[in-house]
């Protein structure tokens, strides 16, 4: 079995794999999985242990520790499962144990998850000024500044109901986002680390909303009741309309490849993006703001 310690900070424990195929952990959750395999060590049969992960990197919630009757061992987790002899266990365990210290690149400054309010669960500040935004606002806007970083000028006011975001480039070197009243500005040097700083921040919210399905035998009627209201209430929102039950059928389905059980969680994120792409960018524009409020309830847990 490998270990190795990933850009973004977080533990990756393999065996023949290469990516994102391996059980992720946080690179604090390190001494709690040394310890769960030290007892899976000891244990000569039929054990199971459970963790449940304090942290949102890679595609599940929990990594499973099992000694079947006849003396194998697997762990399993983020959609991987390995056969381990009893020195592999020990052996993964020491090294758990004793990780070479190493810096890790800090979140993004720019934008921090809040407690949801009226939707709004993300705050965009530099330089003393702040707005908040909503999930699927992140969305768009994360996909208006990408698509600025390869221009000379780039100007784009995003218009969500009565609600509007502006999104410019005024030159080589500095980029404006205004709502409202309020003026957040960024420099070439803060750009991608804001673009990321967006990006984490959706994840985070949407692994929040995750984690509260639990792990317990009802966590797929959790999954499933989202799903269910994605459909029924975009159902609603379209009424006679006859386009409405095709783009109900394709937001419901994209819904359950974001927040099924076992997806990978960047892969979550980038699923989220593409869904408010698709209405930001293919619907008529009378329905972008009732659906992207379904969306800032349904995949928010509240506070």
Same mark, same amino acid.
């Given at each position: 079995?490998?270990?190795?310690?990933?850009?973004?900070?977080?533990?990756?424990?393999?065996?023949?794999?290469?990516?994102?195929?391996? =059980?992720?952990?946080?690179?604090?959750?390190?001494?709690?999985?040394?310890?769960? #395999?030290?007892?899976?060590?000891?244990?000569?049969?039929?054990?199971?242990?459970?963790?449940?992960?304090?942290?949102?990197?890679?595609?599940?919630?929990?990594?499973?520790?099992?000694?079947?009757?006849?003396?194998?061992?697997?762990?399993?987790?983020?959609? *991987?499962?390995?056969?381990?002899?009893?020195?592999?266990?020990?052996? #993964?365990?020491?090294? #758990?144990?004793?990780?070479?210290?190493?810096?890790?690149?800090?979140?993004?400054?720019?934008?921090?998850?809040?407690?949801?309010?009226?939707?709004?669960?993300?705050?965009?500040?530099?330089?003393?000024?702040?707005?908040?935004?909503?999930?699927?606002?992140?969305?768009?806007?994360?996909?208006?500044?990408?698509?600025?970083?390869?221009?000379?000028?780039?100007?784009?006011?995003?218009?969500?109901?009565?609600?509007?975001?502006?999104?410019?480039?005024?030159?080589? #070197?500095?980029?404006?986002?205004?709502?409202?009243?309020?003026?957040?500005?960024?420099?070439?040097?803060?750009?991608?680390?804001? =673009?990321?700083?967006?990006?984490?921040?959706?994840?985070?919210?949407? /692994?929040?909303?995750?984690?509260?399905?639990?792990?317990?035998?009802?966590?797929?009627?959790?999954?499933?009741?989202?799903?269910?209201?994605?459909? *029924?209430?975009?159902?609603?929102?379209?009424?006679?309309?006859?386009?409405?039950?095709? =783009?109900?059928?394709?937001?419901?389905?994209?819904?359950?490849?974001?927040?099924? =059980?076992?997806?990978?969680?960047?892969?979550?994120?980038?699923?989220?993006?593409? /869904?408010?792409?698709?209405?930001?960018?293919?619907?008529?524009?009378?329905?972008?703001?009732?659906?992207?409020?379904?969306?800032?309830?349904?995949?928010?847990?509240?506070?």
């Amino acid at each position: 079995m490998y270990i190795k310690i990933r850009q973004d900070g977080s533990l990756g424990i393999g065996r023949g794999t290469e990516g994102d195929a391996e =059980i992720t952990m946080g690179f604090g959750e390190a001494h709690m999985v040394a310890a769960a #395999l030290e007892k899976l060590a000891q244990t000569a049969r039929n054990h199971k242990q459970t963790y449940l992960k304090t942290t949102n990197v890679g595609g599940g919630n929990k990594i499973d520790f099992v000694r079947a009757d006849d003396g194998t061992i697997t762990i399993s987790g983020d959609k *991987q499962t390995y056969f381990c002899t009893e020195p592999e266990i020990r052996e #993964l365990a020491k090294k #758990l144990r004793h990780l070479p210290q190493i810096e890790v690149a800090p979140p993004s400054d720019y934008v921090q998850k809040i407690t949801p309010s009226n939707g709004l669960c993300l705050v965009v500040s530099n330089g003393g000024q702040s707005f908040k935004l909503r999930l699927p606002e992140a969305a768009v806007l994360k996909t208006s500044i990408r698509s600025s970083i390869d221009s000379r000028y780039f100007d784009e006011t995003i218009a969500i109901g009565q609600r509007q975001i502006m999104a410019s480039r005024t030159s080589d #070197l500095k980029w404006q986002l205004r709502v409202g009243e309020s003026i957040v500005k960024f420099t070439a040097f803060e750009i991608e680390a804001f =673009i990321a700083g967006l990006h984490n921040g959706i994840l985070d919210v949407l /692994m929040d909303l995750v984690k509260s399905f639990g792990s317990d035998d009802i966590s797929d009627i959790r999954v499933k009741s989202v799903l269910q209201r994605i459909e *029924q209430d975009t159902l609603k929102i379209f009424k006679e309309d006859k386009s409405g039950k095709a =783009i109900a059928k394709e937001l419901t389905k994209r819904t359950k490849s974001i927040v099924g =059980i076992g997806e990978f969680a960047d892969e979550r994120a980038n699923r989220f993006i593409d /869904m408010c792409k698709y209405v930001n960018a293919n619907l008529d524009t009378i329905w972008i703001e009732p659906i992207f409020e379904l969306f800032s309830s349904a995949f928010v847990p509240p506070a």
